[in-house]
C-alpha cells in the first residue's frame, strides 16, 4: 500500500480541520482561554492597553467590534438569505419547529434576566445578553459528538440559530442604536436603495457590491446606527443567481461565492479576534458578591436554564400539538440536550453585552463572567446529555 508523503498528509489534515464545523468553535474557545490568562498576568496592561490604542478615528477595540464584526454580519446575513430562499428553512414547513424553538429560545433567556434585574434600569438595558446563541460553538459540540447525533438535529440547530441570529440583528438595530443622525441615515438609506437596483439589474459581479458596502458601512457608523446592522443590508442584496429567473448553477451565484469566500476567515480570524479582545475579563478583587450579582445571575441562568425551558418547551409543545414533527431519528432526550446547546451564547451574547453596557467596565466584567459560566455549564451538559441519548429514537 503507496505511503503518502508527510507534506500531502500535512496539507490533507489542514485541509480537514479548516473544513471541519468543531474547528472554528475550538480555534474560538483557544482564543478566549489566551484572553483570560493575558487578563488575569503580568501582562494585563498591555493586553488592555493595546485595545484601547487608537488607530485613526477609532481605538483598536471600536475597529475589531464595529468593523471586523460587520463582516461577520455579512456572513450571518448572506447564511439567512440562502438558508430562506434556497435552503433548510426554504418555505413554512420547514421554519414551524426551529421558528417557534427560536421565539421560545430568546424570551425567556430574556424574561429571566428581566426577572433579576427588574429593580436596576441601569441593568436591565442587558435583557438581550442571554437571548443569543453561538452557533459556531453548539454546533462544534454536535460535530465533536460524531454518529451518536442524528444528522437531523444538526440541520434544526442550524436553522434555529440562523432565526436566533435574525432576531438578534433586529434587537440590535432597534433597542441598542444611539442617538440618531438623519442626514447620514438617509444618505446610508440612498445607498441601500441603490444596492437593491444592482441585485434588480441582474449585476452579478461582487465588485460593485462590495465598495458600496464599505460607503454604506461608514455611513451607518456616522448616523448612530450600529455599523455592523450595514453587514445585513449588504447581504440581503447580494444575488442568489447569476441572472433574474436563471436555471444556472446556484453554487456558482455571487451569494454563495461570497459566502464561501467569507466562511474560513470570519471562523479561523475575525471571530476569534473578536473572542480574544472582548473575554479577556480580570478575576483580580473578583468576590462571591460579584458572582451572586443579578446582573451576574441574570446572564448565567437565563443562558442555562432560560434556553433550556424556552427552546425545549416551545419545540416540545409543538410537537405535541401536531403543529411541526420531531426531527428525523431524533428523540425527546436528543430535543433537551440539544436546547441546552443553545445555551451556549459566547459571540453573539458578548456582542450584545458590549453593546448595552459601553463605557462600564465593571458591568462588561461581570457579563462577561455570567457568558462563561452559563456557556460553559450548557455545553457541558448538553454534551453529557447527548452522549448518554440512545443514537436513534424508540
Given at each position: 500500500?503507496?505511503?503518502r508523503?508527510?507534506?500531502?498528509r500535512a496539507r490533507?489534515?489542514?485541509?480537514?480541520?479548516l473544513?471541519n464545523?468543531?474547528?472554528g468553535?475550538?480555534?474560538l474557545?483557544?482564543?478566549?482561554?489566551?484572553?483570560?490568562?493575558?487578563?488575569?498576568?503580568?501582562?494585563?496592561?498591555?493586553y488592555?492597553?493595546?485595545?484601547?490604542?487608537y488607530?485613526?478615528?477609532?481605538?483598536?477595540?471600536h475597529?475589531?467590534?464595529?468593523a471586523?464584526?460587520?463582516?461577520?454580519?455579512?456572513?450571518?446575513?448572506?447564511e439567512?438569505?440562502?438558508?430562506?430562499l434556497d435552503?433548510?428553512?426554504a418555505?413554512?414547513?420547514?421554519?414551524?419547529?426551529?421558528?417557534?424553538?427560536?421565539?421560545g429560545?430568546?424570551a425567556?433567556?430574556?424574561?429571566?434576566y428581566?426577572?433579576?434585574?427588574?429593580g436596576?434600569p441601569?441593568t436591565?438595558?442587558?435583557?438581550a445578553?442571554?437571548a443569543?446563541?453561538?452557533i459556531?460553538f453548539?454546533l462544534?459540540?454536535?460535530?465533536?459528538?460524531?454518529?451518536?447525533?442524528?444528522?437531523?438535529?444538526?440541520?434544526?440547530?442550524?436553522?434555529?440559530?440562523?432565526?436566533?441570529?435574525?432576531?438578534a440583528?433586529?434587537?440590535?438595530?432597534?433597542?441598542?442604536t444611539?442617538?440618531?443622525?438623519?442626514p447620514?441615515?438617509?444618505?446610508?438609506?440612498?445607498?441601500?436603495?441603490?444596492?437593491?437596483?444592482l441585485?434588480?439589474a441582474?449585476?452579478?459581479r461582487?465588485l460593485?457590491?462590495l465598495?458600496?458596502g464599505?460607503?454604506l458601512w461608514?455611513?451607518?457608523?456616522r448616523?448612530?446606527?450600529h455599523?455592523t446592522?450595514?453587514g445585513?443590508?449588504l447581504?440581503?442584496?447580494?444575488?442568489?443567481?447569476?441572472r433574474?429567473?436563471?436555471?444556472?448553477?446556484?453554487?456558482?451565484?455571487?451569494?454563495h461565492?461570497?459566502?464561501?469566500?467569507?466562511?474560513?476567515?470570519?471562523?479561523?480570524?475575525?471571530?476569534?479576534?473578536f473572542?480574544?479582545?472582548?473575554?479577556?475579563?480580570?478575576f483580580?478583587?473578583?468576590t462571591?458578591?460579584?458572582?451572586?450579582?443579578?446582573?451576574?445571575?441574570?446572564?448565567?441562568?437565563?443562558?442555562?436554564?432560560?434556553?433550556?425551558?424556552?427552546v425545549?418547551?416551545?419545540?416540545?409543545?409543538?410537537?405535541?400539538l401536531?403543529?411541526?414533527?420531531?426531527?428525523v431519528?431524533?428523540?425527546w432526550?436528543?430535543?433537551?440536550?440539544?436546547?441546552?446547546l443553545?445555551?451556549?451564547?459566547?459571540?453573539m451574547?458578548?456582542?450584545?453585552?458590549?453593546?448595552?453596557?459601553?463605557?462600564?467596565?465593571?458591568?462588561?466584567?461581570?457579563?462577561?463572567?455570567?457568558?462563561l459560566t452559563?456557556?460553559v455549564?450548557?455545553g457541558?451538559?448538553?454534551?453529557?446529555?447527548l452522549?448518554?441519548?440512545?443514537r436513534?429514537?424508540?
Amino acid at each position: 500500500m503507496p505511503v503518502r508523503p508527510a507534506s500531502r498528509r500535512a496539507r490533507s489534515l489542514l485541509r480537514d480541520f479548516l473544513h471541519n464545523s468543531a474547528s472554528g468553535g475550538l480555534v474560538l474557545m483557544a482564543a478566549a482561554v489566551l484572553a483570560l490568562i493575558l487578563a488575569n498576568s503580568a501582562a494585563a496592561p498591555a493586553y488592555f492597553g493595546a485595545l484601547e490604542a487608537y488607530l485613526g478615528p477609532l481605538s483598536l477595540l471600536h475597529w475589531i467590534n464595529d468593523a471586523l464584526m460587520a463582516v461577520f454580519f455579512l456572513l450571518v446575513g448572506l447564511e439567512i438569505k440562502r438558508e430562506m430562499l434556497d435552503g433548510q428553512l426554504a418555505g413554512w414547513g420547514r421554519r414551524i419547529l426551529p421558528g417557534i424553538a427560536a421565539a421560545g429560545g430568546m424570551a425567556v433567556p430574556a424574561l429571566i434576566y428581566a426577572g433579576f434585574n427588574a429593580g436596576n434600569p441601569a441593568t436591565l438595558r442587558g435583557w438581550a445578553i442571554p437571548a443569543a446563541t453561538d452557533i459556531a460553538f453548539a454546533l462544534g459540540v454536535l460535530a465533536l459528538l460524531g454518529p451518536r447525533v442524528p444528522a437531523s438535529l444538526r440541520i434544526f440547530l442550524t436553522a434555529l440559530a440562523i432565526l436566533d441570529d435574525l432576531g438578534a440583528v433586529a434587537i440590535i438595530a432597534v433597542f441598542y442604536t444611539g442617538e440618531i443622525a438623519l442626514p447620514y441615515l438617509g444618505l446610508a438609506g440612498l445607498v441601500s436603495l441603490v444596492l437593491v437596483g444592482l441585485n434588480r439589474a441582474g449585476v452579478c459581479r461582487l465588485l460593485p457590491y462590495l465598495l458600496l458596502g464599505a460607503v454604506l458601512w461608514w455611513l451607518t457608523l456616522r448616523s448612530g446606527v450600529h455599523a455592523t446592522v450595514a453587514g445585513v443590508v449588504l447581504a440581503l442584496t447580494i444575488p442568489l443567481r447569476n441572472r433574474p429567473g436563471g436555471a444556472d448553477d446556484l453554487a456558482a451565484s455571487p451569494l454563495h461565492r461570497l459566502e464561501h469566500a467569507l466562511h474560513l476567515p470570519v471562523a479561523f480570524a475575525i471571530v476569534p479576534v473578536f473572542g480574544f479582545a472582548n473575554a479577556g475579563v480580570s478575576f483580580d478583587g473578583l468576590t462571591m458578591e460579584a458572582l451572586l450579582d443579578p446582573l451576574t445571575l441574570g446572564v448565567a441562568l437565563g443562558l442555562l436554564v432560560g434556553k433550556l425551558i424556552g427552546v425545549f418547551g416551545a419545540a416540545g409543545a409543538a410537537i405535541r400539538l401536531g403543529w411541526a414533527e420531531m426531527p428525523v431519528g431524533a428523540g425527546w432526550w436528543h430535543l433537551l440536550g440539544t436546547a441546552l446547546l443553545c445555551g451556549i451564547g459566547f459571540t453573539m451574547s458578548l456582542f450584545i453585552g458590549m453593546l448595552a453596557f459601553e463605557g462600564e467596565p465593571l458591568l462588561q466584567a461581570e457579563v462577561k463572567i455570567g457568558i462563561l459560566t452559563g456557556s460553559v455549564l450548557a455545553g457541558l451538559l448538553g454534551a453529557a446529555v447527548l452522549r448518554a441519548a440512545p443514537r436513534r429514537a424508540d
